[in-house]
């Protein structure tokens, strides 16, 4: 049972990138899926979540910027980012919760990652020219 986080890289700013938090040994559509990312030097941030019922919700530093979906054929969420700045630098995690709402995932403080129902391993996106 693991959630794993891919589709980091290196990227020029104004560049698109594709995440994916795929899931093995449970079913994603169960659980608040939430993207978390951590710049070198700053606290983890939550910046966006898809709830059970399929609706999101996005920290004000990526609204419009970037996308969460959930693909229930492959049992992943994708984080769609787009005109990727500087300050987007960080390693990106996914969490699950079935509990955790998706707003206290973007708006609160994250919790420690073994408060989370499952945590997945973080994939580096490094934005420079």
């Known amino acids: 049972v693991q959630l794993q986080a891919s589709g980091g890289g290196l990227v020029q700013p104004g560049g698109s990138l594709r995440l994916s938090c795929a ?14 990312r951590q710049a070198p030097g700053k606290e983890r941030e ?12 996005y920290a004000d530093s990526v609204k419009g910027r970037f996308t969460i979906s959930r693909d229930d054929a492959s049992n992943t969420v994708y984080l769609q980012m787009t005109n990727l700045k500087y300050e987007d630098t960080a390693v990106y995690y996914c969490a699950a919760d079935f509990s955790l709402l998706c707003i206290a995932m973007v708006t609160t403080t994250p919790l420690g990652e073994h408060q989370y129902d499952y945590w997945g391993k973080g994939t580096l996106v490094t934005v420079s020219s």
């Not at 449970?26 to 978390?36: A, E």
């Not at 939550?46 to 919700?57: A, K, N, Q, V, Y």
């Open 46 to 57: 939550g910046i966006s979540c898809h709830s059970r019922d399929g609706s999101t919700e």
């Open 23 to 36: 899931a093995s040994g449970f079913t994603l559509d169960y659980y608040n899926i939430g993207w978390f």
